[in-house]
C-alpha cells in the first residue's frame, strides 16, 4: 500500500486550521516545510506517485483557511517549482525549492521592512491592528535606525492577536498602549501611520485583513492620518486578476461567546467573520520588498510576477 499524507503534513494542517500557525507568511513558511517532510518521507516507486503525494498533501494544507492567499502561493511555488526525472532528483528538488523558499520569504521581509521603515519618522506613532510581521518588520528597522516610536495597539477581538504585537514591541523597547477595538477612532489623532499587515491583496488593490481593518481605515482617512499596508508580493492573490474574489473566513461562534453566557443573554444568532475587505481608496501604500505601491497600480507587479495564472496549486 502506498504511503498517503504524512504525519507532519496533517499535525500542520491542524496547527493551521486551529491558529497554533497563524498570519500569513508563518503559513506558508508552515506549508512550504510541511511538503519538504512529506518528500523526504515518501516511498514512492515512480515520479508520477510522488508528485501525486505532494499534490495530495498540497489538499490537505490548503483545505485549512482560505483567506491567506500566501498558503496556495507557497504550495504553488514548491509544486511548480520542483523537477527531475527520478524520484531521488525530485525529492531533491523539493529540498532546494522549499530552502530557496524560506530563504526568499525571510529576504522579502527584511527588503520590506527597510521601505516601510522609510516612511516612519523619529517620533511616530504607530497604530497597529493584529499581529503582522511584515508590519513589525518596518517597526523593526525604523528602530535599528535609531528612530524612537510609540504604539497603540488594538487588541483585534476574539483571538487578541494585539496581545502577541504588544509583546514584541515591547521587546524592540516601543512603548506601547493597548486599547480595545472600539476605542480605535478616539486616539487616531495622536497617531500618525495605521500600519497593518494582509491576507491577501486583489488585483484592485483592495486589501483582506484581520476583521475591523477595513472600519480602522475609513476612520483614519475620516482623520486624515495615512494607512500603509505591509505586504510581501506572496500576498498577491493571482486569481483575482480573472475576476475571481477571495473567501473570507468565518470561525466558530464560539471564538465570540462561549455556550453558557450565550444561552444566559438569550441565545442570540452570533457571527464571527475572520477578515474584511478595505477598499483601495482607503489605503495610501502597500509596503512590498519591491518598493511602495499605490493600491491602484499593483496590478501591474501581479501581473509581472503571477501572469494570468488562476489555477490551484496542484493544477496546471
Ligand atoms: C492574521 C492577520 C495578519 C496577516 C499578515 O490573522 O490578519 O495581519 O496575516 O500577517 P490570523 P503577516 O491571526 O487570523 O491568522 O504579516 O505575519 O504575514
Not at 30 to 51: C, G, K
Not at 182 to 188: D, F, P, V
Request: aromatic residues 4%; proline residues 4%.
Amino acid at each position: 500500500m502506498r504511503m498517503g499524507v504524512h504525519r507532519e503534513v496533517r499535525e500542520t494542517a491542524e496547527a493551521i486550521d486551529t491558529m497554533e500557525i497563524r498570519g500569513a507568511a508563518a503559513i506558508a513558511d508552515a506549508a512550504a516545510r510541511a511538503l519538504r517532510a512529506q518528500a523526504r518521507a515518501s516511498d514512492a516507486d515512480s515520479p508520477e506517485a510522488f508528485r501525486g503525494e505532494l499534490r495530495a498533501a498540497a489538499r490537505t494544507l490548503f483545505e485549512t483557511r482560505p483567506t491567506a492567499v500566501s498558503l496556495p502561493n507557497a504550495l504553488r511555488y514548491v509544486l511548480h517549482g520542483i523537477e527531475g526525472a527520478t524520484v531521488a532528483a525530485l525529492r531533491e528538488s523539493v529540498e532546494a525549492t522549499v530552502a530557496e523558499f524560506c530563504v526568499r520569504l525571510d529576504h522579502a521581509q527584511a527588503d520590506l521592512g527597510e521601505v516601510g521603515a522609510n516612511r516612519l519618522r523619529d517620533g511616530d506613532v504607530v497604530m497597529t491592528h493584529c499581529h503582522s510581521t511584515d508590519a513589525l518588520a518596518c517597526i523593526e528597522v525604523a528602530v535599528d535606525q535609531g528612530k524612537e516610536l510609540a504604539a497603540i495597539v488594538k487588541e483585534t477581538r476574539p483571538r487578541n492577536q494585539g496581545h502577541i504585537t504588544a509583546e514584541e514591541l515591547s521587546e524592540l523597547g516601543v512603548p506601547v498602549t493597548l486599547i480595545v477595538d472600539s476605542a480605535a477612532r478616539h486616539y487616531l489623532n495622536d497617531v500618525d501611520h495605521v500600519l497593518v499587515g494582509a491576507d491577501s491583496i486583489a488585483a484592485d488593490g483592495s486589501v483582506i485583513n484581520k476583521i475591523g481593518t477595513s472600519g480602522l481605515a475609513v476612520n483614519a482617512r475620516d482623520r486624515g492620518t495615512p494607512v500603509m499596508v505591509a505586504a510581501q508580493t506572496l500576498k498577491l492573490h493571482p486569481a483575482t486578476l480573472t475576476g475571481h474574489t477571495v473567501d473570507i473566513e468565518t470561525r466558530d461562534v464560539s471564538e465570540v461567546v462561549d455556550r453558557e453566557t450565550r444561552t444566559a443573554i438569550g441565545d442570540p444568532d452570533v457571527a464571527n467573520p475572520a477578515f474584511d475587505v478595505t477598499p483601495p481608496r482607503y489605503v495610501d501604500a502597500i509596503v512590498t520588498e519591491r518598493g511602495q505601491y499605490p493600491p491602484e497600480s499593483v496590478v501591474t507587479l501581479m501581473r509581472e510576477l503571477f501572469g494570468e495564472g488562476t489555477t490551484r496549486p496542484w493544477e496546471g
